[in-house]
């Protein structure tokens, strides 16, 4: 059974929306331009046009799936795109924790946080250039994984794991980001 076998599109089918599904997502030269969304099979395949490639291990690949699951199933239910967006962080700290767990010691050593794993990122030479994102929208990522900007990944994470009564709007892009940094950390084990 393929990927794509799991987004059935007669999930979606029994709701027709009065308005279309509209994100805030980065586009070609746009760092946040505007996503809309008419029906559920282009909804669909936007969601599996951000599937991770052929390498990544199934553990991690599998858990990014539930993710995208929930972005899916947001055509129904818009809300479900913040927990698939804890999802796809939690992914990604899955997937560091597996590349980069043993060169980084947390405090009091622990196991490290996701803030330290995320700085092994840049320490394993990732650049706004190495990012699909960034170089097809322009703008930056590093600043949010490094934590120079808040909020950071990391601090993102803890906000919608522990319930942030302010956060409402979904973060444009962060299933995407978090795909790439996955391949990133993962990418002399995918196949081209």
């Given at each position: 059974?393929t990927e794509?076998?799991?987004?059935?599109?007669?999930?979606?089918?029994?709701?027709?929306?009065?308005?279309?599904?509209?994100?805030?997502?980065?586009?070609?030269?746009?760092?946040?331009?505007?996503?809309?969304?008419?029906?559920?099979?282009?909804?669909?395949?936007?969601?599996?046009?951000?599937?991770?490639?052929?390498?990544?291990?199934?553990?991690?690949?599998?858990?990014?799936?539930?993710?995208?699951?929930?972005?899916?199933?947001?055509?129904?239910?818009?809300?479900?795109?913040?927990?698939?967006?804890?999802?796809?962080?939690?992914?990604?700290?899955?997937?560091?924790?597996?590349?980069?767990?043993?060169?980084?010691?947390?405090?009091?050593?622990?196991?490290?946080?996701?803030?330290?794993?995320?700085?092994?990122?840049?320490?394993?030479?990732?650049?706004?250039?190495?990012?699909?994102?960034?170089?097809?929208?322009?703008?930056?990522?590093?600043?949010?994984?490094?934590?120079?900007?808040?909020?950071?990944?990391?601090?993102r994470r803890?906000?919608?794991?522990?319930?942030?009564?302010?956060?409402?709007l979904p973060?444009?892009?962060?299933?995407?980001?978090?795909?790439?940094?996955?391949?990133?950390?993962?990418?002399?084990?995918?196949?081209?």
């Open positions: 059974m794509a076998t799991h987004f059935d599109i007669a999930l979606l089918s029994g709701l027709k929306r009065e308005h279309a599904l509209d994100l805030v997502w980065p586009m070609e030269g746009v760092p946040a331009g505007l996503l809309s969304f008419r029906s559920p099979s282009e909804w669909r395949q936007f969601v599996l046009s951000l599937s991770l490639p052929v390498g990544v291990p199934e553990i991690v690949s599998a858990k990014y799936h539930r993710a995208q699951m929930l972005y899916f199933l947001a055509w129904l239910y818009p809300d479900l795109i913040k927990a698939g967006e804890l999802v796809a962080l939690t992914t990604l700290e899955l997937a560091l924790r597996d590349r980069y767990g043993s060169k980084v010691k947390g405090r009091r050593g622990d196991k490290p946080d996701f803030s330290a794993l995320l700085h092994c990122l840049k320490k394993d030479g990732l650049t706004d250039a190495k990012i699909p994102m960034v170089k097809r929208s322009g703008g930056s990522a590093m600043g949010f994984i490094t934590g120079k900007n808040e909020p950071s990944l990391a601090q803890n906000l919608l794991a522990h319930g942030d009564p302010f956060d409402a973060c444009g892009g962060l299933l995407e980001l978090a795909r790439d940094l996955i391949a990133y950390a993962y990418r002399e084990m995918i196949t081209p």
